[in-house]
């Protein structure tokens, strides 16, 4: 069975991007911590009329990271320590890094509601400091000795109200000198625990997240706060749904306020927008409405295409490069024969599972009009067989001779170089390179979504290859 995409200006872009200093750390990131339990009840990806891993199908076009929730003793073990685990390995494989969402809670943290794990419950002040410390520095730890260390690591979920209530309350009547030190303090232990966790010679980022993406005075109030304490962290975090969170001006004045005020990095780390109004499960949809939308972006594929174009150009707008990337909530929440989804029409597949041409928007080309390279030099399509491969893959350019010399190399979705093929054979198919999916030391590389990109004087041109 092949699986074959050509995306010659696609790959040429996407190499340029990497060589570029904004777009070489600029992530595009997907929460897929719903994923276990959409494909425990039943749901199955594609794209093309095949059967694939969804993470490898994003990975194809333009994603490279992951976010994951993690909560402290969640109901049968949903989004806990192990399940954790295992979606950080499957991140890492599939070539994407990872961010980590802790909640400090046994579900769901927002704006409205910040439960106290109940192992921590009737802890006073210092013993919940000590108990964040510990439970951060043990996650944490557990991931690096599995080799799948995050690259982010959030502190907390939304917490424009604050942590752990009500001990690191600070909205309403809890909006005082003392709510806003406690609040500091288990901030301060989260890092600390993060951080003494980190092995000699990684890094982390600390995230500190909010939801209020267009809310600049709501953003300010906070952040001013955590200043005002001498709270060290290296990224803000916003979330922005249009229907909760106002335009997309209102989005990009406060990024480029914040960016300036407080010169920290910010990623739009929560945001969806809907391909279609319909449904097909009987779980109540987040948005459903028309009056939900913004005017310009329907509640179609290209609608929703649309709006995450914008939203890239605009969180890149960001003054003095701030804007560091966006991340879709759950865009693999499809609906399941065993799972209903609130998220089913946001998804990046459709009610089938099958991958939707929004993701299209995601794609390199999709973000730039910078790359200065020369045209690709495809006229013919580029195979590769089987494909997805498990040790052994052919690439063939048809028609193609050495007489203009042809170099080919792997890539993985991050746009560095796996393995050189070098120059090809010349045959009677054209020019044909072989790769048994090993690295430059003869390693096999992980399961996941790979580049081959072949140059010449004329340009370059890509086909991607999945690795099973």
Known sequence: MRYILICALWGCLSIGLKASGQEASFRVGADISFLEEVEAGGGVFSEAGITADPLAILASHGFNAARL????????GKNGLEETLAAARRAKDAGLDVLLDFHYS????????QF??????GSGYEVLRDSVRAYSFRVIHALARQQTLPEIVQ???EIICGMLWDTG???????????WSRLAGLLAAAREGVMSAVPAGESVQIMVHIDRGG???GSRWFYDHLQ???????LIGLSYYPWWHGTLDDLSNNMADLAVRYGKDIIVVETGYPWTLQWKDNTNNLVGEAGQLLDAY???VAGQEAYFRELLRRVKATPGQRGRGIYLWEPIAISAPGFGSVMENLALFDFSGAALASLKAFEPESATGLWPGPSPAATAPVDAYPNPFTSLVTIVYPGATQTSPLHAHVVDSLGRTVAVLGAGTTTSRGVMWHWEGRDGSGRRVPAGVYLCAIASAQGTIYVRIVRQ
């Open 215 to 217: 809310d600049n005075g």
């Open 228 to 234: 005002a304490q001498g709270v060290e962290f290296d």
């Open 69 to 76: 929730r993690i909560w402290h003793t969640p109901e049968a």
């Open 155 to 157: 502190i907390g979920n």
């Open 169 to 179: 309350r600070v909205c309403d009547a809890f909006n005082t000198s003392a709510q």
């Open 116 to 121: 106290v794990p109940a192992a921590w419950d």
């Open 298 to 300: 329907p509640a179609t």
């Open 106 to 113: 046994d579900n769901w943290a927002d704006p409205g509601k």
